[in-house]
């Protein structure tokens, strides 16, 4: 499969992911906007619903790296879209680390997608793989829903 790289506009920002007609490989997001036309796929389907905050089913996405980013993908995608959750409570809800979340959730090549953004430090925002003025946004846009 060929793979694309296809920008979507959000109201937050330029989105960027890698489509390859079957899985989502990889999403990034932009510190800056760029002019682009919205695509028809999966993904910017799925992007369209939650900035309009009607959320849908997932689209096909690449495999996790490892069985441990495999549960934790679950464990995120059960945090409700407007709530948060430390990295340590995670931490004792999988039964590992707080350092292990923080290295698994730096390694997740699909932000957004598997909602790393809603891991929050005790103390304050933590890390984020993109940089943490979308996790400010993303944070406060789903506040709204």
């Keep these: ?13 330029t989105v960027s992911y890698d489509w390859n007609d079957v899985i ?6 932009h510190a800056q906007d760029t002019a682009s036309e919205t695509h ?7 992007l369209a619903s939650y900035f309009n905050r009607s959320p849908a089913i997932l689209p096909p996405l690449a495999e996790a790296a490892t069985p441990f980013q495999q549960i934790m993908r679950d464990g995120l995608w059960m945090i409700p ?10 931490a004792r809800t999988l039964q590992t680390s707080p350092r292990a979340i923080g ?3 730096g390694a997740n090549p699909l932000p957004l997608l598997v909602p790393c953004h809603r891991i ?3 103390d304050g925002l933590g890390g984020f793989s993109s940089d943490l003025e979308w996790k400010k946004k993303l944070l406060r846009f789903e506040r709204g829903f």
């Design 1 to 13: 499969m060929r793979a694309m790289i296809y920008l979507y506009e959000s109201p937050l920002g």
């Design 24 to 29: 989502c490989q990889g999403l990034w997001l």
């Design 40 to 46: 028809d796929d999966p993904i910017s389907r799925w």
């Design 81 to 90: 879209a407007g709530e948060v959750r430390t990295y340590g409570e995670i």
């Design 103 to 105: 290295q698994a959730l």
């Design 120 to 122: 929050i430090a005790a």
